[in-house]
């Protein structure tokens, strides 16, 4: 089985910082594509980020210039920096990551548990 547990949430002033971990564990050939999306009250989970395999990144419109994301292979950990954070960016966050368990497993999509970010004055 494999487990994405995330860690870094919080609350945080308006134009503040927060850097998002997530690390993957449990029977894990490979993994290919790790990324954050983000589900608002009352609103569909949207994609943040992506990273991919070989460092390529894919980052929404409305983080542009200020989140970044990063992926550490040799600790199986997916990251995402946020600066110049907004009051619109309150969010609960998950990791994503494809997964592959063994050689001969197809990649599978693998969930985290989401992390609260709040940004308020």
């Known amino acids: 089985q494999v487990q994405l547990v995330e860690s870094g949430g919080g609350l945080v002033q308006p134009g503040g910082s927060l850097r998002l971990s997530c690390a993957a564990s449990?029977?894990?050939?490979?993994?290919?594509?790790m990324g954050w999306y983000r589900q608002a009250p009352g609103k569909q989970r949207e994609l943040v980020a992506l990273?991919?395999?070989?460092?390529?990144?894919n980052v929404a419109n409305s983080v542009k210039g200020r989140f970044t994301i990063s992926r550490d292979d040799a600790k199986s950990t997916v990251y995402l920096q946020m600066n110049n954070l907004k009051p619109e960016d309150t969010a609960v966050y998950y990791c994503?990551?494809?997964?592959?368990?063994?050689?001969?497993?197809?990649?599978?999509?693998?969930w985290g548990q989401g992390t609260q970010v709040t940004v308020s004055a």
């Open positions: 990273v991919f395999l070989y460092g390529g990144t």
């Open positions: 994503n990551a494809d997964v592959r368990p063994t050689m001969a497993a197809r990649p599978s999509p693998f």
């Open positions: 449990g029977t894990i050939f490979s993994i290919s594509n």
